[in-house]
């Protein structure tokens, strides 16, 4: 399936150029602890999209940035009228995340591109390299919002008016980080393109503890959020009894052991997880007046995912009183299944690169996952070690970086064709 | 026991004035629901303390701070080599606080000197208003700073490096106010006093529900504070199997919960409160690796709040696994009992006004709790609406708020002589 002129590409993936530049990447909002915090339209998310807009400018790509933020690199096609293969992933981490969640998938269709022109491949379809942004969502919930708004899964409008903790909307973000970008040509949203395929680390232990380079990933499992708000009063800690108390936090903590109780799987496939619990005024001598906590709850399976999280409100209803409760759903993805040529052409770049593969599914959500939505979409995994991420100490093998790279390469040379 | 000069003196406190000055206060650090949030040695503080002084200079009082930062009006006496009468109470609230806690007292104790001036009462003893400063807690845990350091039971350089959430210093918030109040003498620390007397708002429903006007405070229900820390591992909320997890929020919320059934008292009589609790890095699709949480215990009973308190550590130890958990008790302060003469000096007061009284037991900790240490010590409550307090709801009738007054001018000529 692959021909032979896609798969001389990835000899000329460089294994030292890749990893220096994620190192170099990994400099651009650094922690104390050796991982990174680069949250979305920060001064270090404008800091990483310099950085890449120098690389691939010096390459000869074309560089543009559409309204939400997104950043695009193009690589001329032979015939510009075709739609673009396009390739990337995000390049925000969480607030302790690692060097490799998102980057390296903007780094291996970096490096990817490089290898190409390195090999003298001329691609018929221009190769579009986008590094998508706000992923995470971590500053700006919900998550994905660069890759739903380009496709059409969230209106722009609405994107721009999300603010982070500290009240800035992205809107306004985007407005404080422009003087540094403002070098960079503006594009509309939403281009067409021929299809997309992404690199990313596991995130999970599968591949490491099989001993395998390379994840044919099949699909994302679903993933319903939601905020879930506990309204009380607020007391004097000594003198307030408790019969006449509405202590906010012994409902949402009551809520939350519920909630992870009747979740609880011997099999442990559900995901079930409370990241965020704000307490207010959250002060020691002062009975908690409100509560406001995220609920993250994923499962392979549409109908099982359907089935638990509509116990997610009554559980929370039930546990209010005396307080009162109040339950958004913020997002629903069901769970999906990548396009099955797209799945055949990256099993048969690692087959032709001797690279040990499997198929796997992918636990966490990704920006593949909303370009499923708009073309046939592919993902490829590289190992995670232990499995470990959204964490400082998260690492991936250089010698897999490279791989994944490599195969990406073959796979793009295949799918924007010479 | 009151002596006819001193029974005059009420006469002389100005209901218009008292009323008018607390409304005037209410104004630095007012928030939108009609509460105060004014921290200490917050700006707002700090122009408390400027028109504090204005006003007690007006008196020809003479102002002073302390090294912690007490705010110190005196009324000369006729024999300045006799030690002052103390009386005061504090200007610092809880972020969504109200009107009346703490301020009151000082406002009240300004009255009382004014209409002992008014009548034309020359004290033989000096009297000293005191503003204590960090009453609350709120911005530098614990609570009791000021009282604290004057009364030896904490010492000033232990108190000057406690932190705020955001990490500015006690002595580094005092510089940084030190230019609005430079115009204020300094004075030492902890001069002795001849007794201390301080009136206050209930922060709980009995004085109301009684009818009653005047409560003679008998003691403070003992406290322990704590601050558990729960360590676990950050991970990825979608990719990271439950049992390979070590999710701090759901340790946290397991010991919270179980604190709260094992706590639980029939009577009611037993306070235990979760008022602060911090996640990290608190985000949606992050599993928890830290959660920092505040533990406010409290009973009258000597011997069952070592009980009870004992638990909190076992508790807490059962419920940590597989995260770890540290426990620090911040803070200890026995039940204690108010001097006898002090009581009946009040509760004789309150009689000869003919303003229906009774004893309580104050349930709230007090800066008179510190200065019991160190001298005769009394206090008076009013009625607090509802018992509604560490609430921006706060509120005592304004005739109550001149009833205390009156009392405490009483109280006051009678301890200070003539």
């Known amino acids: 399936m692959i021909n032979t002129v896609s798969t001389s590409v990835s000899d000329h993936v460089s294994h030292q150029r890749l990893n220096d530049r994620i190192t170099e990447m990994a400099c651009l909002g650094a922690t104390a602890q ?78 990817a591109v490089q290898a190409l022109q390195d090999a003298g491949f001329k691609p018929k379809r221009a190769i579009e390299v986008v590094a998508w942004v706000n992923e995470e969502g971590s ?22 008016a999300l603010r982070d903790t500290a009240g800035v909307s992205v809107q306004e973000a985007l407005q404080q980080i422009e003087p540094l970008l403002a070098h960079i040509p503006k594009r509309s949203l939403s281009s067409p393109a021929h299809c997309y395929v992404e690199a990313h680390i596991e995130q999970g232990p599968i591949l490491e503890r099989e001993g395998l380079s390379i994840g044919v990933v099949t699909g994302i499992q679903g993933k319903h959020t939601y905020r879930v708000t506990v309204i009380g009063d607020a007391a004097h800690a000594g003198t307030a009894p408790h019969r006449e108390r509405k202590d906010a936090l012994l409902a949402a903590t009551a809520m939350v052991q519920s909630l992870s109780r009747t979740f609880f799987d011997e099999q442990d496939i559900t995901r079930f997880t409370v990241g965020r619990f704000s307490v207010a005024p959250n002060a020691p001598s002062v009975v908690p007046n409100e509560v406001v906590f995220s609920i993250d709850l994923r499962h ?24 009162s409760v109040h339950i958004e759903r913020l997002y629903t993805s069901a769970p999906i299944e990548f396009s099955e040529p797209m799945q055949k052409i990256i099993a048969a770049a690692a087959l032709q690169l001797n690279l040990p593969q499997r198929p796997i599914l992918s636990a966490a959500g990704h920006d593949a996952g909303l ?21 400082e100490a998260e690492f991936s093998r250089p010698e897999d970086l490279t791989s994944g790279a490599r195969v990406l390469a073959n796979v793009l040379a295949h799918l924007a064709g010479h």
């Open 34 to 111: 050796g991982g990174v915090n680069r949250q979305a339209l920060s001064a270090e998310d404008a800091q990483a999209q310099i950085l890449l807009t120098r690389w691939s400018t010096a390459l000869g790509m074309m560089v543009s940035r559409d309204p939400i933020g997104n950043l695009f690199l193009r690589l001329e096609g032979a015939d510009p009228s075709l739609s673009p293969v396009m390739t990337g992933s995000h390049m925000d981490t969480q607030p302790t995340g690692g060097r490799y969640d998102g980057i390296y998938g903007v780094m291996a269709s970096l490096e």
């Open 139 to 160: 500053r700006f919930a919900p998550s994905l919002m660069g890759s739903g708004v380009h496709a059409g899964a969230r209106s722009l409008t609405e994107a721009l």
């Open 300 to 323: 392979p399976n549409a109908e099982k995912l359907e089935q638990l999280s509509n116990q997610v409100s009554i559980l929370c209803q039930d546990l209010a009183a005396p307080c």
């Open 371 to 391: 370009m499923h939505r708009v073309c046939p979409t592919g993902m490829l995994f590289i190992p995670s070690i232990g499995g470990v991420t959204h964490n």
